[in-house]
T-cell receptor
Framework: SQKIEQNSEALNIQEGKTATLTCNYT??????LQWYRQDPGRGPVFLLL?????KEKRKERLKVTFDTTLKQSLFHITASQPADSATYLC????????????FGAGTRLAVHP | NAGVTQTPKFQVLKTGQSMTLQCAQD?????MYWYRQDPGMGLRLIYY???????DKGEVPNGYNVSRLNKREFSLRLESAAPSQTSVYFC?????????????FGPGTRLTVT
C-alpha cells in the first residue's frame, strides 16, 4: 500500500542545534516533494519544494534533501530557535497530475532555550 | 491582499444538519482545494477544482459536495452532517509558476458534529 511516514513523536532539541526531520514514502514515485510549516490553530505555510532530479535545496537556515532511491526526504533547520517550534508537514506530488498533494501526518518540533 | 479566507472559523452542528463552508482567494489562482485534517493523520483531499467550471473528487469525497462559484470562490457543502465529519477543514489555492505548485492555505474551519 502507499504510505507517507513522518516521525509521529515530537522532536525536542536545544536552541542553536540542527533539527533534522524525516519523511519516508513507499509505493509512490513523486515528481516533487514539498515541506510546509503549521502552527497550532493555523493553516500550513509553504517552505520549500524539491524536484525528483534535485538532491538538495537550501533557503536561509533550511535545507531539504531528496533521495529517490531511499524514498526519503530530510528537512534540516540549522541554528534552530524557539520560534522554529511548530509542526512540519511533508507532501508529495505525483507526476502526471497538475497539483494534487499527498500529505504526511507531520512531526512536531519543539526548540528549547 | 488577504490571501485565502474561510468562513466560519468555528461551527457546531447536530447530526443530520446541513451547512456550507465558504472559501475565497484574491491571488487570481486557477486551482482550489478542500482538505480535512484529523488528529494523527495528514491533510486529506476532499475535492479540488483545477480551474473555474471544473471540480473533481479527491481521496475522501463521500458526504460532501462542492461548488466553484467563480474563479475566486470555492464552497464545500455538507448535506447531512455526521459525527465522522468532525474535523478541521482547510481550503487552499495554487497556481503554476515555472512548474512549481506551492499551495496557499486558509486559516481553517473547526467543525464539530454532535
Amino acid at each position: 500500500s502507499q504510505k507517507i511516514e513522518q516521525n509521529s513523536e515530537a522532536l525536542n532539541i536545544q536552541e542553536g542545534k540542527t533539527a533534522t526531520l524525516t519523511c519516508n514514502y513507499t509505493n509512490y514515485s513523486p515528481a516533487y516533494l514539498q515541506w510546509y510549516r503549521q502552527d497550532p490553530g493555523r493553516g500550513p505555510v509553504f517552505l520549500l519544494l524539491i524536484r525528483e532530479n534535485e538532491k538538495e535545496k537550501r533557503k536561509e537556515r533550511l535545507k531539504v534533501t531528496f533521495d529517490t532511491t531511499l524514498k526519503q526526504s530530510l528537512f534540516h533547520i540549522t541554528a534552530s530557535q524557539p520560534a522554529d517550534s511548530a509542526t512540519y508537514l511533508c507532501a508529495l506530488s505525483l507526476s502526471g497530475g497538475y497539483n494534487k498533494l499527498i500529505f504526511g501526518a507531520g512531526t512536531r518540533l519543539a526548540v528549547h532555550p | 491582499n488577504a490571501g485565502v479566507t474561510q468562513t466560519p472559523k468555528f461551527q457546531v452542528l447536530k447530526t443530520g444538519q446541513s451547512m456550507t463552508l465558504q472559501c475565497a482567494q484574491d491571488m487570481n489562482h486557477n486551482s482550489m482545494y478542500w482538505y480535512r485534517q484529523d488528529p494523527g493523520m495528514g491533510l486529506r483531499l476532499i475535492y479540488y477544482s483545477a480551474s473555474e467550471g471544473t471540480t473533481d473528487k479527491g481521496e475522501v469525497p463521500n458526504g460532501y459536495n462542492v461548488s466553484r462559484l467563480n474563479k475566486r470562490e470555492f464552497s464545500l457543502r455538507l448535506e447531512s452532517a455526521a459525527p465522522s465529519q468532525t474535523s478541521v477543514y482547510f481550503c487552499a489555492s495554487s497556481e503554476a509558476r515555472g512548474h512549481t505548485y506551492e499551495q496557499y492555505f486558509g486559516p481553517g474551519t473547526r467543525l464539530t458534529v454532535t
